[in-house]
């Protein structure tokens, strides 16, 4: 049986094996290893400046005496830092006990208080502490930009709707969805060409493997807010896709319709699941350093 205890609003599980359960829906996940250490990173954004962490590290190494070590700190665009706190009141944690020894934690709804938003999680895993020395280490990103895009969108929430609008006073669905991500601070930027809803669905369909952008496919079922959905038949043009709203939670669409409609929240009716043709989240991932 797992044993828990409360710190500072983190769980600590100490698991007897591979079996504890992560995160039923996370938004994305992340890999970091090096030789001998190895940490799974679950991460489920609660919105722009919040986020669930579901860590787990792994000793896979068989040298004696050197112990994997982790770390977590959020930060926004501008590089600013938060450090995570792991039981201890530490902002590392040290894995003991050798080859094959591994412990899962959680922290929910961390909501750093000095950044507004989290650009990314950067996750630091090492073999060796300080005192052993360091054998080995890697840093890799996680980037929340699903959740920024939403926030940058729904900052435009009552502005007008004009057929290839773009910005700043009047939008098109496409429009809204190109123009909130690459408000973004380092976003890397859609390719030139991508501008319709249909050019946006066909790169998202296209370039699912992790990169520093890239597009998870979504079930409706784990659909989570700012999730970008799809549409057919809403135009008579002959496209693939004629629409693309925004995800708001509690069965809604953010999006820009009409000119009657505007740039507003809406039902998602009957008209629109029947016309759905997928959803995508927008996350990315990039190794910063190793050795």
């Given amino acids: 049986m ?6 500072s609003g983190i769980l600590f599980v100490s698991a007897p094996s591979a079996s504890a359960a992560g995160l039923s829906n ?9 030789a001998g250490a190895r940490a799974f990173i679950q991460v489920d954004w609660k919105g722009a400046n919040k986020v669930t962490v579901r860590w787990r590290i792994d000793d896979t190494g068989t040298a004696a005496n050197i112990s994997p070590v982790l770390r977590i700190q959020a930060r926004d665009a501008d590089g600013s830092a938060a450090p995570f ?4 009141d530490n902002a590392y944690f040290i894995l003991r006990g050798g080859n094959g020894h ?4 959680l922290r929910s709804d961390w909501n750093p208080s000095n950044l507004a938003d989290i650009n990314r ?13 360091t054998h080995c280490y890697q840093e890799r990103d996680i980037f929340n930009w699903t959740r920024i895009g939403y926030r940058k969108a729904v900052d435009q929430q ?11 006073n009047s939008f098109d669905c496409s429009g809204l969805a190109l123009t909130s991500y690459e408000a973004i601070p380092h976003f890397p930027d859609f390719p030139s060409g991508v501008r319709t809803a249909e050019q946006i669905y066909f790169w998202m369909r296209d370039n699912t493997s992790p990169s520093k ?16 959905l799809f549409f057919e ?21 953010f999006h820009a319709l009409s000119p009657q409609f505007g740039i507003d929240f809406g039902s998602y009716s009957s008209y629109f699941s029947s016309r759905f043709i997928g959803a995508y989240r927008v996350l990315g991932v990039a190794t910063v350093a190793n050795g």
């Fill in 2 to 7: 797992a044993v828990t205890a409360s710190l």
């Fill in 158 to 168: 009552g502005k007008s709707y004009v057929l290839g609008g773009t910005g700043p």
């Fill in 26 to 34: 996370p938004s994305g996940t992340l890999t970091v290893e090096c």
């Fill in 213 to 228: 952008r890239y597009a998870k496919p979504v079930a409706t079922s784990d659909l989570k807010i700012g999730d970008l």
């Fill in 121 to 133: 999680l950067r996750v630091r895993v090492q073999n060796g502490t300080t005192a052993q020395g």
């Fill in 85 to 88: 706190v792991f039981p201890g």
């Fill in 233 to 253: 038949r809403t135009a008579n043009n002959g496209r693939v896709a004629t629409h693309v709203a925004f995800w708001a939670g509690d069965n809604k669409l």
């Fill in 102 to 105: 591994h412990e899962v934690g």
